[in-house]
């Protein structure tokens, strides 16, 4: 049975959220819907097969701590891993350097992660590449988390697993 909302704007918004990572209990408070309206909502597209993973209930706690970084990123142009990544991941060149930024900080803004992978096109490329990682990455259980309003990180563990496959620094 299809949730009502499923197909609004709230709907159609609570399951790309769903999708990029954040918790049900944040999608409920931030559209002021009941948890479990947000839930439903969410359930059904993952039987439906609109998103692949189920989010948290809610935060981590202490997860608001993580800032991404405001200072500027440099990035080294290492050939070697960026083919890697190439041949590994099936990235492209922007995509590369994308993951390669994440890979080097703690977490980065979408502003810095625009300024050093691609200043000449739209800031809302970032997201369009970040979409595209995730999927190319998700067969290798890689993950790219979303800081909520502010830009996007990787695990500890994520970036352990691109450095297996990749066998190199970034």
Request: net charge positive; with cysteine.
């Amino acid at each position: 049975m299809n949730h009502p909302l499923r197909g609004t704007f709230v709907g159609n918004s609570i399951v790309r959220l769903a999708d990029e990572g954040v918790p049900i209990g944040a999608l409920s408070r931030t559209f002021k819907i009941p948890y479990d309206s947000a839930h439903g909502i969410v359930r059904q597209a993952l039987e439906d097969g609109v998103i692949a993973d189920m989010p948290q209930a809610d935060w981590p706690a202490g997860s608001r701590l993580r800032k991404p970084t405001t200072a500027p990123i440099r990035l080294d142009a290492r050939l070697d891993f960026l083919m890697s990544c190439k041949t590994e991941f099936g990235l492209t060149p922007a995509e590369s350097r994308l993951l390669q930024c994440l890979m080097q900080a703690r977490a980065c803004t979408k502003p810095h992660l625009h300024a050093v992978v691609a200043p000449e096109a739209e800031p809302k490329i970032i997201d369009v590449f970040v979409c595209k990682i995730r999927g190319k990455l998700r067969k290798f259980q890689v993950r790219i988390d979303t800081i909520w309003g502010q830009g996007y990180a990787m695990t500890e563990e994520s970036k352990r697993l691109v450095l297996a496959r990749t066998g190199g620094q970034p």
